[in-house]
């Protein structure tokens, strides 16, 4: 059975490279009669998912208000194919008309060129011959990107994760800025250090009697791969989100690495807040990646789920009054979000504690009052529910903040501090 290949086109305006959607592509096989036939889309693009490999194919294009125009003897399952055209009369051309065309432009037999016109051929040829050796680039960049991500997997898969790091930093080396895999190296290597992090983390965690210079060890390199891990999702990110797909197969290409560098990211964020290991490098990446998301998703318990990372996230870097206004926004998603409700209070009390120049302590009773009107909320949903009793074991020791500024919960949190009365 003959093997198929596909062969995309594009179509952009001469003078602004602007695409031109709407236009009529024509493909004839040079050593046959007939012809396949496309219309481009919107991004002025159309793939031709069966054209046959090894074959040679005449393209023409033509659209209204546009010149015709064509490229010759163009190999079967090339990518990045452009066709210029320029202002015309919108005339579409025949075979006939074709297979003449490219007779003439080869052999300079069945008709006279203009000087203009053999410059416009030379033209072409070297486009073709562009086309064809980026195409040929792009093939063996391709293999040896598979093998990459393949002896990555395997590593990971082997739980080896320098290994598999190894395997994707090599990967961002030999195919740097191809939207078609370069994200997922970034992506695949972000992955890897994150559960790096987490197996060393939960080893100290786990093991008795280490030596506390071992543990700190640990917990340097445990930050600074997580650190790693959102710098590798934020490169993804900032290659995606300045990404213009060239086809319909390489848009739901993108999309799916767009989807997967937010998923892991908002994981990775998760864990850095939870272990108290965020700096810049995760903070920095949280704000843009998160930041843009939320602009995009439509979905209320998305958005809440996000924006509670990000406040988490700003909470353990010590920037509390912006963590304090993202679980307002979250809360106002989810008001019985008890992660949100906890995360607010604490928030509000460290900060909602300052200092003078003199060392004496300054409590912000308003800022006081609303963590104690959420902590009340916090604890009946929270009560009995595996997934909060880690943080519902903090709240004691909350109250008690609370109770010695004389602080205590009210129903209604738009009501002005209350102070307990001593007895």
């Known amino acids: 059975m003959a093997q198929i290949e596909a062969t995309s086109v594009r179509v952009e305006t001469a003078d602004t490279k602007a695409p031109v959607a709407g236009a009529t592509i024509d ?5 046959m009669a007939g012809k396949m036939t496309g219309t481009t889309d919107k991004d002025g693009a159309v793939t031709f998912a069966d054209t046959m490999a090894g074959m040679s194919y005449i393209i023409v294009a033509s659209a209204p208000k546009f010149a015709p125009n064509f490229l010759p003897r163009v190999k079967a399952g090339l990518a990045g194919i452009v066709i210029p055209l320029s202002v015309g009369n919108g005339r579409r051309v025949s075979e006939v008309e074709a297979r003449n065309a490219v007779k003439t432009l080869e052999t300079g037999e069945g008709g006279n060129l203009t000087s203009e016109q053999r410059a416009q051929i ?16 792009s093939q063996g960049d391709s293999e040896v990107a598979s093998k990459l991500v393949n002896e990555g997997s395997a590593a990971f898969n082997a739980k080896n994760y320098t290994l598999a790091i190894a395997k994707y930093d090599e990967g961002i080396a030999a195919v740097p800025d191809f939207i078609g895999i370069t994200p997922r190296f970034y992506i695949n290597k972000g992955i890897s250090l994150k559960q790096r992090a987490v197996a060393e983390y939960r080893r100290m965690s786990e093991t008795k009697d280490m030596p506390q210079q071992d543990k700190n060890d640990i917990s ?12 590798s999702f934020g490169k993804a990110w900032d290659m995606l989100k300045a990404s213009t797909a060239a086809s319909p197969e390489m848009t739901k290409t993108v999309e799916g690495y767009r989807d997967e560098t937010i ?3 908002l994981g990775t964020f998760r864990i850095a807040a939870q272990i108290k290991k965020v700096g810049e490098p ?15 998703q439509n979905d209320a318990a998305k958005k809440a789920e996000a ?3 990000l406040a988490d996230v700003l909470r353990q870097g010590g920037n509390y009054d912006a963590s304090i206004a993202e679980y307002r926004k979250a809360l106002a998603l989810a008001p019985e979000n008890p992660e949100a409700l906890f995360g607010a209070a604490l928030a509000l009390i460290m900060g909602g504690t ?15 009052q609303e963590a104690a009107n959420y902590l009340a909320k916090f604890e009946p949903l929270a009560k009995g529910n595996p997934k909060y009793a880690e943080i519902a074991t903090e709240v004691p020791a909350l109250v008690e903040v ?12 738009k009501t002005k501090v209350t102070t307990r009365k001593k007895t």
């Open 263 to 265: 998923t892991n990211a």
């Open 282 to 296: 995760v903070a920095i990446p949280a704000k843009a990646i998160i930041g843009a998301y939320l602009e995009q």
């Open 220 to 231: 340097i390199k445990v930050e600074k791969d997580l650190g790693d891990a959102a710098t």
């Open 402 to 413: 609370l109770k010695a500024a004389d602080v205590v919960p009210v129903k209604d949190t």
């Open 307 to 309: 924006t509670i990372v």
């Open 122 to 137: 030379l033209k072409e040829k070297a486009s073709i011959a562009a086309v064809e050796a980026k195409n040929a680039k």
């Open 27 to 31: 493909l004839y096989r040079l050593d």
């Open 354 to 368: 300052t200092y003078d120049d003199k060392g004496t302590e300054i409590k912000d009773k308003a800022k006081y």
